[in-house]
């Protein structure tokens, strides 16, 4: 994931068009070949014309403005279509918070549910008035070029009618051009259908560049100078191997963060070392910049200015996609896979989903064996009822599966738990810091393995070796704790 140079919402425009429109791209190479053939048969046709009279040769010629104004047609919807993007987005995400059940029990609490399903209506009925005028200028914009079309072949049968009343033409003549001319704009109809299905293709695809152009620009904005330190071997990518252990520390050197068209950064000026195998606390209020900064340490977002260094390699030279396989992390938002309980822990390790075994440990380090004995069928049973009549599971459950999915990466270089314990009950939260304390001291040991926990709580603060502080998106205190005294040691801030 890198930050995209595109505004947000002309990106998500742009992802609602490339959504709706990739049907589309599905059907090109099948409406490719039809049109080859039905060009095939209207060359047939049109020399069978000239035969029967030399002057049908022009004939072709009446298809050339029925396409361009198929052209102008095609462009008019996919205006209309540009333009109420932003609507028709607004419309999905209201409807898809009435009808989903975590949003509509507190849309039904709050008694607010005729006030989303109006302005659905709404903002899809602004949507749909567009569209149809839109669609009406094209379908007007087709009866001209149809019109024309039938003016000319109407033309020639009636000149081919004259030529058999004067003698110049036989019936059979005359039937025969009746008989072609209604064939050839069949074909033509086809043809100009085809040509707009693959016209809407073409604006997908172009779509789908400008997408990739925008990120692969946002990263080039966003990236980190380079490293004046040392690096490893080159990887195939391009990129420095990641070391197989950390030896000393992961350090943030004058780290600043802001997202495309923000104000102001999220985070500024952050400087901190992380020592190989210790644990940090990151404390700080809601909007302090804290799931920013983890979300920068996993290589999903790079830094503005500054530089993040592993054992002083620049982490922006180093190999993205190993870096990312030796990081695992459990967020606040995580995922919940709803399909095998199975498939759902084992995406934390893709070249391991199918290893029963190792799914099993990883459910057991994560005291998530009552769940599997609760789903029907174990690892092979269903969970969620997003494509299944799977098993329900409450917010903690859900929870407890995200974190084996986090633990199927056995040694991962840096681990991070964002709130891991914020729908667990307190008995649940003793066991899950006593088994990860224990967990995190293996890895750190054997791995020189760094962890950051992200938690409000007393209780996850307690088992830290080091605690940062974020305030409005600067470092505001940085020290080991007293767990006597619960204050920070460096800077006596209370906790």
């Known amino acids: 994931v890198q930050t995209c140079a595109l505004p947000i919402s002309d990106f998500a425009d742009n992802l609602v068009l490339v959504r709706d429109g990739l049907f589309a791209t599905t059907r090109s190479l099948e409406a490719v070949l039809q049109l080859g053939g039905l060009l095939t048969q209207t060359a047939i046709t049109i020399v069978l014309l000239v035969k029967v009279n030399p002057w049908f040769a022009f004939l072709p010629l009446c ?36 009808t989903t059940t975590g949003s509509i029990r507190e849309l039904r609490l709050f008694g607010a549910e005729e006030e989303i399903l109006g302005r659905q209506r709404r903002a899809w009925d602004e949507v749909i ?54 064939q050839v704009s069949v074909q033509v109809s086809g043809a100009l259908g085809l040509l707009s299905l693959l016209q809407v293709a073409r604006r997908t695809i172009d779509r789908i560049g400008e997408l990739r152009a925008g990120a692969a620009s946002g990263g080039d904005r966003t990236g980190a100078t380079a490293a004046p330190g040392p690096v490893s071997a080159a990887s195939p990518d391009g990129g420095a191997n990641v070391p197989d252990r950390l030896a000393h520390r992961i350090t943030l050197d004058d780290v600043s963060f802001a997202y495309p068209g923000a104000d102001s950064p999220v985070l500024s000026r952050v400087s901190l070392h992380i020592p190989a195998g210790s644990v940090l606390a990151l404390v700080g209020e809601n909007g302090a910049g804290k799931s920013t900064l983890v979300k920068l340490l996993c290589g999903l977002y790079r830094p503005t200015s500054g530089r993040i260094l592993i054992d002083g390699a620049d982490l922006a030279g180093l190999d993205p ?44 380090r994560a005291r998530a064996d009552r769940i599997v004995r609760t789903v029907p069928g174990g690892l092979s049973g269903y969970v969620g009822h997003s494509y299944s009549d799977g098993a329900g599971l409450s917010g903690g459950q859900w929870q407890t599966v995200g974190l084996a999915r986090t633990l199927m990466r056995v040694a991962p270089l840096l681990l991070i738990l964002d709130e891991p314990a914020a729908a667990l009950d307190p008995s649940a939260e003793h066991d899950l810091f006593e088994r990860y304390a224990t967990s995190a001291g293996q890895a750190g040991r054997e791995h020189g393995g760094i962890t950051v926990l992200i938690s409000h709580r007393f209780s996850t603060v307690g088992m830290a070796d080091s605690i940062a502080v974020l305030k409005d998106g600067h470092l505001a205190e940085c020290g080991t704790q007293d767990r006597k005294s619960t204050r920070l040691n460096s800077s006596h801030i209370t906790i």
């Open 321 to 364: 996609a190993q870096w990312r396989f030796r990081a695992a992390a459990l967020f606040q938002d995580f995922c919940r896979i709803e399909l095998t309980l199975g498939e759902s822990i084992g995406h934390g390790d893709i070249a391991r989903i199918d290893d029963t075994e190792a799914v099993s440990a990883a459910a057991a």
């Open 129 to 182: 008035t567009a569209m149809w005028r839109g669609q009406l200028a094209a379908a007007l914009y087709r009866a001209v070029g149809q019109g024309f079309f039938a003016l000319g072949y109407g033309g020639a049968v009636v000149l081919e009618l004259y030529s058999a009343l004067h003698g110049h033409a036989s019936v059979g003549d005359l039937v025969l051009v009746i008989t072609l001319a209604v």
């Open 63 to 98: 298809a050339v403005v029925p396409v361009l104004l198929e052209r102008v047609a095609q462009s008019t919807v996919e205006g209309i279509r540009e333009r109420t993007a932003e609507r028709l987005r607004l419309s999905k995400h209201l409807l898809e918070l009435a």
